[in-house]
């Protein structure tokens, strides 16, 4: 049977700092430990786990908190629920003690150093971002043996699953194109987040839609709320000092000054959204509570245009948010499907790239664009983000991460502005562009793919 993408599939609640670097490692770790309960093998069998990390994984894992993930995973948590105190207690416990509890339940030895291998120079076959783990019983008997790929956006697939990027069955509403997401606009006569809105509703009712929805904007919201409160300076050797707090109080301060009788600047909204921006990524590089839009490299973007939306759109309105998010999805799912998403296999076009493309969008469609200025914002976003590498200092997701974020966010309304004073006639098509950005992503050395061996990664000496 075919499968499909949901747009809760492209929006995912997690932690940072990474949807392929940690949320994807901590997945996989979980699926791994329940694979083999399901094998029939008695947990209390089990002596030892070992886990090899291939190629980007073994490059920037570290500095992605992929060691921390994998602890997690095994220890039976999931990153749309963990707790963050109790996390950091499961991970002091294996950095520490070199112990952790299989699922909460059986005690094992787990050693970073012994049971967690940084391959670099070695992969497996479908991408970059590959993990092999193996489970050892009495004696140092191999017992089970799986390997998994973090494919960008927190999706995972294991050997058998390649091809397989969604869990749900194809509907009369799928499509696997812009142009097919436009006939079927055109066909069903609706707007493109009302025919998500129905697609969705073909595997959930229509309350858990919006429910679902809902709680996405509300986890947005909370770590732009996050991001503005917490100072300090961010993990990592970097010493990167958080700047979202300072700059909100400055921005506060402008505001009370101006009163009535100052003229407003009238680019200081660019300011507000590059703050929400500068917050989420904040959060999310600190390991914070985020939303994976569509991967955490990038989750700034789409809540920074989501409240430049609410904030200083006149007519915004809460049914507006949720046709922006089904919008959005929709884009990212033709990504997903047609291109990457993951930095390590494409640079960061298929992270903040995408983001950009994806808000542009969702961004058009709810100031009252038709359903060809949708796909030309859409598709202008991607085009100005064409080659963008993913060369993060340090292998953090701080530098250029951060700042990325908050200028992929100003790319994206400019994209909407342009495309809503066209008519949405173009020479380029989203699926153009798309197609493009894959082509790319295949011709670029790897050293500019979330390996941190080029560009600003080794042109910056960390302090």
Known sequence: MSSDISVFDIFKIGIGPSSSHTVGPMKAALRFVNALVKKGLDLDSVGAVEIDLFSSLAWTGKGHGIERALVLGLSGEAPESVDNLRAQNIFDLARQQGRLHLLGKRKISFDLNRHIHFLRQQSLPLHPNGMSF??????????????????????????????????????????????ELLELCIREKIKISALMACKEEAWLSRAEVQQGLGKIWQTMQECVKNGLAETGVLPGATQLSRRAPETYKKLLAIKEKRGAYFVPDPLEVLDWVNLYALAVNEENASGGRVVTAPTNGAAGIIPAVLLYYRRFCAGATDQGILDFLLTAGAVGILYKKNASISGAEVGC??????????????????????????????????????????DPVGGLVQIPCIERNAMGAIK????????????GHHQVSLDKVIKTMRDTGLDMQSKYKETSTGGLAVNVTEC
């Open 412 to 423: 994206a309304i400019n994209a909407s502005r342009l495309a809503l004073m066209g008519d």
């Open 349 to 390: 076009q298929g992270e903040v790239g995408v983001a950009c493309s994806m808000a542009a969008a969702g961004l058009t469609e709810v100031l009252g664009g038709s359903i060809w200025q949708v796909e030309n914002a859409a598709e202008i976003a991607m085009e100005h983000n064409l080659g963008l590498t993913c």
């Open 134 to 179: 193996r489970a050892y019983g009495p004696g140092e008997l191999l017992i089970f043996q799986q390997n998994y790929y973090s494919i960008g956006g927190g999706f995972v697939v294991d050997d058998g699953g390649g091809a397989k990027i969604g869990e749900r069955a194809t509907g009369p509403l799928s499509f696997s194109s812009g142009q």
